[in-house]
């Protein structure tokens, strides 16, 4: 004799297929969020702490700003006048050749995510002066940085090193600190310096009051170091501009 009672119905959670059942876990979607975010800071966009005063007045001690990571792909390449975020070398003081104990990794794991911390083992912001074949030097008559012959207009430069033509410039003695030889930039290297030029230890810091070529005397960002393109200051609010 057959039965009356019908079978129960499964819930419908137990209805839907596995995979559906899987991609709307919340712990899937809390992965897969990670997971996407760790790929936009990786290839896309990060925000990144600015740690000195070497670039006043244009950023300040802890401004946040934005790197586009994908300004310089496609053979696109750094300009005079980009503010750019790179990695430093041993060349630079603080180079990145020692090793770093767990709980500062950490810390930098954490400003790596959130850009409230440091950035890198040595990550640096400066602005582009001249990249790879271009020559520089300094000074015009009335003091001016000159690339492939052309005094540059720097109206951001804020508190440069002193200069006074005919009692402190580059033919009197002493030699202004604002002087430096003429290089011509290595391939695939960019010369950097800060907008708070007095302040700043950047790739002609080793070579200022200096008349005679010295190679050995500069550092340089290197293209396969260099983060991407400074374009916005996220934080703080009251700051919130392009760059």
């Known amino acids: 004799m057959a039965s009356d009672t019908a079978a129960p119905e499964r819930p419908p959670e137990q209805n839907r297929p596995l995979w559906r059942r899987i991609t709307g876990s919340f712990l899937f979607q809390l992965c897969a969020a990670f997971v996407v975010f760790g790929l936009v800071l990786s290839f896309v966009a990060k925000p990144y702490w ?18 586009n990571r994908l300004a310089y792909v496609g053979g696109a390449t750094p300009h005079t006048g980009d503010i750019v975020v790179f990695d430093a070398d041993d060349a630079w003081d603080g180079g990145t050749s020692a090793p770093e104990n767990p709980l500062k990794a950490a810390l930098r794991w954490v400003g790596e995510v959130t850009g409230f911390g440091p950035s890198g083992p040595h990550t640096l912001i400066k602005r582009v002066i001249a990249g790879p074949g271009q020559t520089v030097r300094c000074c ?79 550092r340089w960002a290197h293209s396969e170091d260099i983060v991407g393109k400074a374009v916005v200051i996220l934080w703080p609010v009251n700051r919130w501009s392009g760059l």
């Open 50 to 67: 600015v740690p000195s005063g070497s670039m006043e007045q244009t950023l300040q001690v802890g401004d946040r700003v934005l790197v």
């Open 140 to 218: 015009t008559a009335d003091g001016r940085l000159i690339v492939d012959g052309k005094p540059l207009d720097e109206s951001y430069v804020f508190q440069d090193f002193p200069f006074q033509p005919g009692s402190l410039d580059c033919a009197t003695t002493p030699v202004s600190p604002r002087c430096l030889p003429e290089v011509t930039v290595p391939k695939d290297s960019y010369l950097v310096m800060g907008d708070h030029r007095s302040n700043s230890s950047d790739g002609a810091i080793r070579c200022r009051g200096r008349t005679t070529p010295d190679a050995g005397c500069w």
